[in-house]
Nanobody
């Protein structure tokens, strides 16, 4: 089993920044991809950003140029800049390996003045 523990969410004003972290522990084996998803109230969960084992990154159009995903061994980060109220959501960490896909418990990000 794989456990994912997220941290770094919170309340921030529009234009501000936050950095999310997700640490993976347990039977990790070979990681294919790690990423961040988000789900706003009344909306479907959507991919925000991902990074493959080969360091290839992918971003949702809505966050390109503002968010940066990075990975250090078994920890993945999401640096979020120029936040807007539309970024308000629960952010979930995801890890995929040969055994399947795993999710964190989610961390709330609220952008409001």
């Amino acid at each position: 089993q794989v456990q994912l523990v997220e941290s770094g969410g919170g309340l921030v004003q529009p234009g501000g920044s936050l950095r999310l972290s997700c640490a993976a522990t347990g039977r990790i084996v070979t990681i294919y991809v790690m990423g961040w998803y988000r789900q706003a109230p009344g909306k479907q969960r959507e991919l925000v950003a991902s990074v493959t084992s080969g360091a290839r990154t992918n971003y949702a159009d809505s966050v390109k140029g503002r968010f940066t995903i990075s990975r250090d061994k078994n920890t993945v980060y999401l640096q979020m800049n120029s936040l807007t109220p539309e970024d308000t959501a629960v952010y979930y960490c995801n890890l995929a390996n040969v055994n399947g896909a795993y999710w964190g418990q989610g961390t709330q990000v609220t952008v409001s003045s």
